[in-house]
């Protein structure tokens, strides 16, 4: 049995302090015990929660034929038919209170177990499953953009060696611009960033934002006025390097690295 996996620890922990555990299992696990910090303290946390719920059940008297039948025990084993030295044991397994004890015992460890099994489920508590639910909703919220419609428009953009140097999806009904950077350019990213254009048909150029990071694979999403979107699709993308806040003239200030038109996904 692996002693190092902590269910099985908890579990062995809460089986001792039952009373469960027994025979051998109970006296490997008391040797462990002798030189496990942890596992003392496990035990300590199981006896804390278990003993209140032990003691709140009351005791449990045995039927009246239990009663009549250790009677007649008892009585048997006074009967002078032979001399038998009467040992602890005996003494013990004729004592009234001594029954009386192992039923009180045997009822509350009955209880004990009861509660133990429907404390089990704890971690799944109806409190953390709604606080999960909450979760998965704000997940789902969050995510609800990313599953958008698809999109209306496409570009691959290429650099001057005709590499796919980033993709473009575009939706024009909500205006959604999705960029992703496939490959690093080959410049210093030190104190420049990658600024994102749309290129009119007449050359005209308007910035859309900067990109985020240089990093192959960095995707951002940009939300676009409607008329911008409009533009956009009968347009290009054309991406330049720029000082790190970006070009300050309104155009283009540094060299233009790769650039793409749109096209329409339904042809």
Do not use: C
Not at 206 to 228: D, I, M, N, W, Y
Request: hydrophobic share 45%.
């Amino acid at each position: 049995m692996n002693y190092v996996e902590p269910e099985t620890r908890d579990l062995l922990a809460a089986e001792y302090v039952l009373g469960t555990l027994s025979g051998a299992e109970r006296r490997r696990f008391e040797r462990l015990l002798s030189g496990d910090r942890d596992l003392r303290d496990l035990v300590e946390r199981w006896e804390q929660r278990l003993n209140p719920l032990a003691e709140s059940v009351p005791a449990e008297e045995p039927a009246a034929h239990v009663w009549d039948e250790i009677a007649r025990q008892i009585a048997l084993a006074r009967a002078p038919a032979a001399p038998v030295r009467e040992g602890w044991f005996d003494r013990l397994w004729d004592s009234v209170g001594f029954w009386r004890g192992a039923a009180a015992l045997a009822a509350a460890t009955a209880a004990a177990l009861l509660l133990y099994v429907v404390s089990l489920p704890q971690s799944v508590a109806p409190e953390q499953i709604a606080a999960l639910d909450k979760r998965l909703a704000r997940i789902e919220d969050t995510t609800k953009g990313l599953v958008a419609s698809p999109p209306t428009h496409v570009a691959v953009l290429l650099d001057k060696d005709q590499r796919p140097m980033m993709t473009a999806d575009l939706d024009v009904a909500d205006g959604r611009l999705v960029l992703r950077l496939n490959l690093t350019p080959p410049r210093d990213f030190n104190s420049n960033v990658l600024e994102v254009w749309l290129v009119s048909p007449d050359g005209t150029r308007r910035s859309l934002g900067l990109f985020p990071s240089e990093r192959p694979g960095t995707t951002t999403a940009l939300v676009l006025p409607h008329a911008t979107a409009e533009a956009l699709a009968q347009a290009a993308l054309a991406v330049s390097l720029e000082p790190r806040d970006g070009s300050t003239t309104g155009q283009p200030s540094g060299p233009v690295l790769f650039t793409g038109s749109l096209m329409p996904v339904a042809l």
